[in-house]
């Protein structure tokens, strides 16, 4: 079952007929995913690897019903992408865009939040529910169903970590990419929330990286509630230098704040395995389930 999304989610796609979006959707149908529509203003009435295009959310949703949308707009109007489909009635929302302007993204999610929706991103790879639905960029091949969910602030680890754990029969409920922008939908703790609810999830690996204090507050959570399941964590930039952004614009060490040694060391007081390595990861898992 998975968390977000699973084989039932109805997604549009807004951005369609730009390249990336284009792309993906041709990739995203071919993993399974039931995209019933596209969004490009100017486009409607025409159709991409069979989808239909419309004009609006609103004139879509007259047709196809959707309960979820994934944007591939340029980040000068991707929030206004966003806010169109939270008034069309959408509840699940994949942000792929990335740099999206920071008041934009502070607006957006406060309506998000009114509205009771979900939001993921921006500057996600997105979510996959491995053999059931992926709304995102992802490689789709590295995934395997299973009783491991994932969440990571980082698309790139999360590719190599899910790698490693399909090749050891690890398989993944769902593995979600928060995102990289200093805004984002979802966090470490309502994701953690989630998959503590979830059946099929038996164990969760969360991906970190420094900068800013969401991995501390993910840890603090896990040792207050004493978390029902086992948490294997990864965090990234180590060997970063102080001061200085370090990919993602979220990824901003000053002082002792937001470093890869606060944030292992929160998670080890809160009883948390963490991994030295990526392919660690695997190994620590086999010994907690």
Do not use: W
Request: hydrophobic share 40%; aromatic share 4%; proline share 4%.
């Amino acid at each position: 079952m998975g968390i977000v999304i699973d084989k039932n989610t109805r997604a549009l796609v807004q951005g369609i007929t730009g390249t990336q979006g284009s792309f993906h959707t041709k990739l995203m149908l071919e993993y399974g995913t039931k995209i019933v529509a596209g969004i490009t203003p100017g486009k409607g009435g025409t159709e991409i690897h069979g989808v239909p295009i419309y004009d609006t959310v609103e004139e879509a949703q007259q047709k196809s019903s959707a309960d979820a949308s994934i944007i591939f707009v340029p980040a000068a109007f991707a929030a206004d992408a966003a806010l169109e489909a939270l008034e069309n009635g959408i509840k699940k929302v994949v942000i792929i865009t990335e740099h999206i302007p920071i008041k934009d993204a502070v607006g957006l999610m406060a309506i998000a939040k009114q509205a009771k929706a979900t939001i993921v991103g921006p500057n996600t790879p997105g979510i996959v529910t491995p053999g059931e639905c992926k709304l995102g960029i992802m490689p789709a091949h590295i995934f395997k169903s299973g009783g491991v969910g994932m969440v990571s602030r980082s698309g790139t680890l999360t590719y190599e970590i899910a790698a490693g754990l399909t090749r050891n029969n690890h398989g993944q409920s769902t593995c979600l990419g928060l995102g990289g922008d200093p805004i984002t939908g979802l966090n470490f703790i309502d994701t953690l929330k989630m998959f503590a609810s979830d059946h099929q999830t038996k164990a969760v690996v969360l991906i970190g990286e420094i900068g800013g204090n969401l991995e501390e507050l993910a840890a603090k959570y896990i040792a207050d509630q004493k978390y029902p399941k086992p948490v294997v964590a990864f965090i990234a930039g180590r060997s970063a230098p102080s001061g200085k952004r370090m990919g993602h614009a979220g990824a901003i060490v000053t002082g002792k704040t937001g470093t890869a040694e606060s944030k292992i060391e929160a998670f080890r007081k809160a009883g948390v395995s963490v991994a030295e390595k990526p392919n660690d990861v695997s190994d620590l898992l086999t010994k907690l389930i």
